[in-house]
């Protein structure tokens, strides 16, 4: 896929080819950067461009030029179930015989680009959710139930799936728990015992779910700045590196968007997200098992936004201190209404 005599630029001189308006085949008079901790996303003014970081982590390897090919190809694979003609491509940026970076045809790739038809932000959940109703998210949200509808279901036994849901638990518990995370390790075991006391209690509701066939490849990733108003609508952004986050129980992803509805001022959105799904489907379980769902993504959300705390090079301490304190307080409303 490459050549062991050609010189790999890093990662810094790949980003500043990127920034550069001139370096891409369509015209465009600006570049903007988007990072993330995996990714490093060009924005120009008709397309996006996502370059993977050489990252490796207990959850993910990008190390190498080939495994980073395999997962953007896996990303175009996954995105294109519920977008239309906005996941394009995976582009190869080269870097030819003189050393010079190019997105044309010279030379051969140093690294994969995805390659996307840029959407208008304005068309956004978050940009128009003050003036969004039920009516108006409906096309999404039954967008969302053909999908999962007709989605085959994940191969998995009840016990496996209680057994997964108990290793994220107990998983989100040590992570928050670490001691360069500077949070009350009573509150996190409060609230991590509530959840694996209600993975006990409730085996029977929880593996149900996998023992209907409930569980399928799903988005992964559900939120609100992942979803977009336009005609047909487009759900973007799905988890593509770890298959067990992906394969869900609708109601646990409809539920993680309701819960993000809700931290945005509109719980009442969320809550028809959920009965949407429910009317759509007839399959509505008892309502604690969303709570439950609630909770633990609340958690998950709540490590994720700790984690940017730990960044060598953060720039908005004071952002990440906020959603990780909002993350476990919704975390402990939820867990309540599960005793």
Known sequence: MTDSNVTNPGLEEKTRFLLSPSSYPESTEAVRLIETHMARVFLTDHYVYKMKKPVRSSYLDFSSLEKRYVICREELRLNRRMTDGTYLDVVPLRVDELGQLNLGERG??????????????????????????????????????????????VSIQPEQYLARLRHRCRELRNQLKATEMSLDAREIDQLANALLDF???????????????????????????????????????????????????????????????????????????????????????APILSNFYRAERALLRAQLAAAHL?????????????????????????CLTLE
């Open 199 to 285: 993975i006990l209690r409730e085996a029977e509701l929880l593996g149900e779910r996998a023992a209907k066939g409930k569980i399928v490849e799903g988005h992964g990733d559900l939120r609100p700045e992942h979803c977009f108003l336009t005609q047909p609508p487009q759900i973007i952004d799905c988890l593509e590196f770890d298959p067990n986050l992906r394969c869900v129980d609708p109601v646990d992803e409809l539920s993680y968007l309701a819960l993000e509805c809700e931290l945005l001022g509109h719980a009442s959105l969320g809550e028809a997200c959920v009965e949407f799904y429910y009317r759509s489907s007839g399959d509505r379980p």
């Open 108 to 153: 051969l790739p140093v690294e994969w680009l995805v390659k996307m038809r840029r959407l208008r932000e304005d068309a956004s959940l978050p940009y128009r959710i003050n003036s969004t109703t039920p009516q108006q998210l409906a096309p999404l949200l039954q967008r969302l139930c053909d999908f999962y509808r007709a989605a085959e279901p």
């Open 310 to 334: 730990l960044d060598s090079d953060v720039t908005e301490p004071e952002k990440w201190r906020k959603k990780t304190r909002e993350y476990l307080n919704a975390a402990h409303r939820y």
